[in-house]
Protein backbone atom coordinates (compact mmCIF):
# COMPACT_ATOMS: atom_id res chain seq x y z
CA UNK A 1 0.00 0.00 0.00
CA UNK A 2 2.80 2.44 0.86
CA UNK A 3 4.33 1.88 -2.68
CA UNK A 4 1.52 2.65 -4.18
CA UNK A 5 0.88 5.76 -2.57
CA UNK A 6 4.24 6.79 -3.29
CA UNK A 7 3.75 5.69 -7.06
CA UNK A 8 0.83 8.41 -6.85
CA UNK A 9 2.60 10.89 -5.26
CA UNK A 10 5.57 10.59 -7.57
CA UNK A 11 4.06 9.71 -11.03
CA UNK A 12 1.77 11.03 -13.29
CA UNK A 13 -1.31 9.75 -15.19
CA UNK A 14 -1.25 6.09 -13.14
CA UNK A 15 1.37 5.26 -14.87
CA UNK A 16 2.85 1.92 -13.58
CA UNK A 17 6.79 1.65 -14.53
CA UNK A 18 8.06 -1.71 -16.39
CA UNK A 19 10.86 -3.59 -15.77
CA UNK A 20 12.59 -4.25 -19.35
CA UNK A 21 15.94 -5.43 -19.10
CA UNK A 22 18.88 -6.57 -16.82
CA UNK A 23 22.82 -6.59 -17.26
CA UNK A 24 25.84 -8.03 -15.16
CA UNK A 25 29.55 -7.01 -16.28
CA UNK A 26 32.20 -7.91 -14.44
CA UNK A 27 36.07 -6.52 -14.01
CA UNK A 28 37.04 -8.45 -16.07
CA UNK A 29 35.02 -8.13 -19.45
CA UNK A 30 34.48 -4.14 -18.67
CA UNK A 31 38.03 -3.86 -18.99
CA UNK A 32 38.41 -5.83 -22.28
CA UNK A 33 35.10 -4.62 -23.87
CA UNK A 34 34.07 -1.06 -22.73
CA UNK A 35 30.73 -0.06 -23.51
CA UNK A 36 31.15 2.33 -25.58
CA UNK A 37 28.46 5.67 -25.39
CA UNK A 38 25.26 4.16 -26.63
CA UNK A 39 21.26 5.66 -26.46
CA UNK A 40 17.83 4.59 -25.04
CA UNK A 41 14.84 6.02 -26.49
CA UNK A 42 12.05 4.40 -24.87
CA UNK A 43 13.44 3.63 -21.34
CA UNK A 44 15.52 4.74 -18.84
CA UNK A 45 18.84 3.29 -17.43
CA UNK A 46 19.61 2.89 -13.80
CA UNK A 47 23.66 1.77 -13.78
CA UNK A 48 24.84 0.45 -10.84
CA UNK A 49 28.90 0.48 -9.43
CA UNK A 50 28.61 -2.73 -7.14
CA UNK A 51 32.60 -2.72 -7.25
CA UNK A 52 35.58 -0.90 -7.92
CA UNK A 53 35.78 3.00 -10.16
CA UNK A 54 36.36 4.15 -13.14
CA UNK A 55 34.67 6.77 -15.63
CA UNK A 56 31.68 7.14 -17.17
CA UNK A 57 30.17 9.46 -19.64
CA UNK A 58 26.52 10.97 -19.19
CA UNK A 59 25.41 13.47 -21.70
CA UNK A 60 27.84 16.06 -22.17
CA UNK A 61 30.40 15.12 -19.67
CA UNK A 62 32.72 12.19 -18.05
CA UNK A 63 32.07 11.44 -14.36
CA UNK A 64 34.24 9.76 -11.90
CA UNK A 65 32.16 6.66 -10.41
CA UNK A 66 33.09 4.39 -7.46
CA UNK A 67 31.47 1.54 -5.63
CA UNK A 68 28.01 1.96 -4.48
CA UNK A 69 27.23 4.80 -6.92
CA UNK A 70 23.78 4.97 -8.80
CA UNK A 71 24.52 6.38 -12.99
CA UNK A 72 20.94 7.75 -13.86
CA UNK A 73 21.02 7.32 -17.88
CA UNK A 74 17.84 9.37 -19.10
CA UNK A 75 16.02 7.39 -21.80
CA UNK A 76 17.08 10.06 -24.97
CA UNK A 77 20.69 10.82 -23.60
CA UNK A 78 23.85 9.56 -24.48
CA UNK A 79 25.65 7.60 -21.75
CA UNK A 80 28.74 5.15 -21.70
CA UNK A 81 32.45 4.37 -21.25
CA UNK A 82 35.65 5.82 -22.97
CA UNK A 83 37.90 2.67 -24.45
CA UNK A 84 41.05 4.79 -23.40
CA UNK A 85 40.19 4.72 -19.54
CA UNK A 86 41.82 1.71 -17.56
CA UNK A 87 38.43 0.17 -15.55
CA UNK A 88 37.94 -2.07 -13.13
CA UNK A 89 33.95 -2.08 -12.67
CA UNK A 90 31.87 -4.65 -11.71
CA UNK A 91 28.27 -3.72 -12.62
CA UNK A 92 24.59 -4.61 -12.82
CA UNK A 93 21.82 -1.91 -15.23
CA UNK A 94 18.25 -2.38 -14.77
CA UNK A 95 16.47 -0.69 -17.73
CA UNK A 96 12.86 0.45 -16.96
CA UNK A 97 10.07 1.92 -19.49
CA UNK A 98 6.79 3.24 -19.04
CA UNK A 99 8.32 5.84 -16.54
CA UNK A 100 5.83 9.18 -15.88
CA UNK A 101 7.41 11.33 -12.93
CA UNK A 102 5.81 14.48 -12.44
CA UNK A 103 7.54 17.37 -13.56
CA UNK A 104 9.88 15.13 -15.91
CA UNK A 105 9.38 14.32 -19.96
CA UNK A 106 8.54 10.37 -20.53
CA UNK A 107 11.12 7.79 -19.18
CA UNK A 108 13.28 10.40 -16.56
CA UNK A 109 14.49 10.55 -13.58
CA UNK A 110 15.93 13.94 -13.34
CA UNK A 111 16.44 17.12 -15.42
CA UNK A 112 19.58 18.35 -17.20
CA UNK A 113 20.85 20.16 -14.82
CA UNK A 114 20.93 17.74 -12.36
CA UNK A 115 24.61 15.54 -11.55
CA UNK A 116 23.44 12.25 -12.77
CA UNK A 117 25.89 10.61 -10.17
CA UNK A 118 24.47 9.53 -7.01
CA UNK A 119 26.73 7.86 -4.21
CA UNK A 120 24.13 5.64 -1.67
CA UNK A 121 25.94 6.51 1.31
CA UNK A 122 24.94 4.13 3.58
CA UNK A 123 22.52 2.41 2.09
CA UNK A 124 25.27 1.36 -0.63
CA UNK A 125 25.67 -2.80 0.27
CA UNK A 126 21.60 -3.26 0.56
CA UNK A 127 20.98 -0.86 -2.83
CA UNK A 128 23.94 -3.62 -4.71
CA UNK A 129 21.86 -6.38 -3.23
CA UNK A 130 18.51 -5.02 -4.85
CA UNK A 131 20.50 -4.48 -7.92
CA UNK A 132 21.62 -8.11 -7.78
CA UNK A 133 18.18 -9.77 -6.69
CA UNK A 134 16.87 -8.64 -9.65
CA UNK A 135 19.30 -9.96 -11.96
CA UNK A 136 19.06 -13.03 -10.92
CA UNK A 137 15.37 -13.28 -10.58
CA UNK A 138 15.67 -11.71 -14.08
CA UNK A 139 17.19 -15.43 -15.55
CA UNK A 140 13.92 -16.82 -14.81
CA UNK A 141 11.49 -13.92 -16.74
CA UNK A 142 8.60 -16.40 -18.20
CA UNK A 143 8.11 -17.21 -14.13
CA UNK A 144 9.88 -13.94 -12.50
CA UNK A 145 9.09 -10.84 -14.66
CA UNK A 146 6.10 -9.59 -12.54
CA UNK A 147 8.42 -10.24 -9.24
CA UNK A 148 11.31 -7.91 -11.16
CA UNK A 149 9.05 -5.68 -11.85
CA UNK A 150 7.59 -4.92 -8.55
CA UNK A 151 11.52 -4.65 -7.26
CA UNK A 152 12.46 -2.25 -10.28
CA UNK A 153 9.59 0.25 -9.08
CA UNK A 154 11.03 -0.23 -5.41
CA UNK A 155 14.23 0.49 -6.82
CA UNK A 156 13.14 3.62 -8.94
CA UNK A 157 11.10 5.11 -6.33
CA UNK A 158 14.09 4.74 -4.06
CA UNK A 159 16.57 6.32 -6.55
CA UNK A 160 14.31 9.00 -6.46
CA UNK A 161 13.70 9.94 -2.79
CA UNK A 162 17.70 9.81 -2.46
CA UNK A 163 17.85 12.69 -5.43
CA UNK A 164 15.20 14.59 -3.52
CA UNK A 165 17.03 14.51 -0.53
CA UNK A 166 20.82 15.42 -2.11
CA UNK A 167 22.02 19.05 -2.00
CA UNK A 168 20.92 20.40 -5.41
CA UNK A 169 23.03 23.35 -5.59
CA UNK A 170 25.87 23.26 -8.41
CA UNK A 171 27.61 26.50 -10.35
CA UNK A 172 27.60 26.63 -13.69
CA UNK A 173 29.12 27.74 -16.85
CA UNK A 174 28.24 29.58 -20.16
CA UNK A 175 30.06 28.08 -23.09
CA UNK A 176 32.66 29.56 -25.17
CA UNK A 177 31.54 29.96 -28.65
CA UNK A 178 33.44 27.23 -29.81
CA UNK A 179 32.49 24.95 -27.06
CA UNK A 180 29.12 25.65 -28.25
CA UNK A 181 29.70 24.85 -31.85
CA UNK A 182 31.08 21.61 -30.59
CA UNK A 183 27.94 20.55 -28.91
CA UNK A 184 25.65 21.73 -32.03
CA UNK A 185 27.77 19.14 -33.88
CA UNK A 186 27.34 16.34 -31.29
CA UNK A 187 23.81 16.64 -31.39
CA UNK A 188 23.56 16.63 -35.45
CA UNK A 189 26.06 13.07 -34.92
CA UNK A 190 23.92 11.87 -32.60
CA UNK A 191 21.01 12.16 -34.83
CA UNK A 192 22.75 11.26 -38.43
CA UNK A 193 25.24 8.84 -37.14
CA UNK A 194 24.29 5.83 -38.87
CA UNK A 195 24.32 7.91 -42.66
CA UNK A 196 27.68 8.30 -44.94
CA UNK A 197 28.95 11.47 -43.52
CA UNK A 198 32.12 13.15 -44.50
CA UNK A 199 33.42 16.12 -42.27
CA UNK A 200 32.35 18.63 -45.48
CA UNK A 201 29.08 17.17 -44.82
CA UNK A 202 28.85 18.37 -41.53
CA UNK A 203 30.22 21.34 -41.93
CA UNK A 204 27.49 21.98 -45.03
CA UNK A 205 25.10 21.01 -42.73
CA UNK A 206 25.83 23.14 -40.03
CA UNK A 207 26.65 25.84 -41.92
CA UNK A 208 30.48 25.87 -40.19
CA UNK A 209 34.05 26.17 -41.62
CA UNK A 210 34.87 22.57 -42.02
CA UNK A 211 38.67 23.05 -40.26
CA UNK A 212 36.99 25.62 -37.40
CA UNK A 213 34.50 22.84 -36.77
CA UNK A 214 37.02 19.91 -36.60
CA UNK A 215 39.19 21.94 -33.70
CA UNK A 216 36.30 22.89 -31.62
CA UNK A 217 34.80 19.16 -31.53
CA UNK A 218 38.31 17.83 -30.58
CA UNK A 219 39.30 20.51 -28.66
CA UNK A 220 35.91 19.82 -26.18
CA UNK A 221 35.52 15.67 -26.65
CA UNK A 222 38.87 14.87 -27.06
CA UNK A 223 38.63 13.00 -30.62
CA UNK A 224 37.52 13.89 -34.02
CA UNK A 225 34.25 14.24 -35.40
CA UNK A 226 33.97 11.25 -37.28
CA UNK A 227 35.67 8.79 -34.78
CA UNK A 228 33.21 9.73 -32.70
CA UNK A 229 30.31 9.10 -35.02
CA UNK A 230 32.22 5.40 -35.76
CA UNK A 231 32.21 4.69 -32.02
CA UNK A 232 28.37 5.66 -31.42
CA UNK A 233 27.40 2.83 -34.39
CA UNK A 234 30.04 0.61 -32.24
CA UNK A 235 28.01 1.47 -29.07
CA UNK A 236 24.49 0.56 -30.57
CA UNK A 237 25.80 -2.52 -31.98
CA UNK A 238 26.85 -3.75 -28.84
CA UNK A 239 23.14 -2.71 -27.40
CA UNK A 240 21.88 -5.02 -30.38
CA UNK A 241 23.98 -8.01 -29.66
CA UNK A 242 23.20 -7.58 -26.20
CA UNK A 243 19.86 -7.67 -26.06
CA UNK A 244 18.65 -8.58 -29.47
CA UNK A 245 18.86 -12.01 -31.63
CA UNK A 246 19.78 -9.60 -35.10
CA UNK A 247 21.53 -10.80 -37.30
CA UNK A 248 24.92 -9.04 -37.62
CA UNK A 249 24.66 -8.37 -41.15
CA UNK A 250 21.17 -6.63 -40.60
CA UNK A 251 23.42 -4.66 -37.91
CA UNK A 252 25.74 -3.63 -39.77
CA UNK A 253 23.10 -2.58 -42.93
CA UNK A 254 21.02 -0.44 -40.52
CA UNK A 255 23.53 1.25 -38.40
CA UNK A 256 25.53 2.17 -41.85
CA UNK A 257 28.33 -0.11 -42.21
CA UNK A 258 29.44 -0.40 -45.71
CA UNK A 259 29.69 -4.42 -44.95
CA UNK A 260 29.93 -6.80 -42.25
CA UNK A 261 33.77 -7.05 -42.69
CA UNK A 262 33.19 -3.24 -42.13
CA UNK A 263 31.53 -3.73 -38.82
CA UNK A 264 34.08 -6.64 -38.13
CA UNK A 265 36.85 -4.26 -37.93
CA UNK A 266 35.93 -1.69 -36.57
CA UNK A 267 34.09 -3.32 -33.65
CA UNK A 268 37.20 -5.28 -33.04
CA UNK A 269 38.99 -1.95 -33.48
CA UNK A 270 37.30 -0.36 -30.40
CA UNK A 271 36.05 -3.25 -28.45
CA UNK A 272 38.77 -5.64 -28.44
CA UNK A 273 36.87 -8.78 -30.09
CA UNK A 274 34.52 -9.16 -33.53
CA UNK A 275 30.78 -9.09 -33.12
CA UNK A 276 30.03 -12.97 -32.82
CA UNK A 277 32.51 -13.38 -29.99
CA UNK A 278 31.11 -10.57 -28.08
CA UNK A 279 27.55 -11.57 -28.42
CA UNK A 280 28.52 -14.79 -27.32
CA UNK A 281 30.63 -13.78 -24.24
CA UNK A 282 27.82 -11.65 -23.19
CA UNK A 283 25.66 -14.97 -23.36
CA UNK A 284 28.63 -16.62 -21.47
CA UNK A 285 28.16 -13.93 -18.52
CA UNK A 286 24.34 -13.89 -18.15
CA UNK A 287 24.37 -18.23 -17.46
Do not use: W
Amino acid sequence: MHSMNLLSTHLRDNRIPQYRICHFINEEHNNKHSRLPHVHDDFLELFYVYAGQGRYLVDDQYYDIKEGDIVICNAGVLHGESPEDTRYVRSYSVGIANVAFLGLPDNQLCTEETVPILSCGMLAKQVGEIFRLIYLLSSDSKNLKETCNTLSISLLLLTYEMLLSRDRNASFHTRSSAAATAYRVRRYLDSHYREVLTLSDIAKALHVNEYYLAHAFKDEFGQPPIQYMMKRRIGEAQGLLMDTSIPIGDIAEYLGFSSVSHLNTMFNKYVGIPPGKYRQSMKDMQE
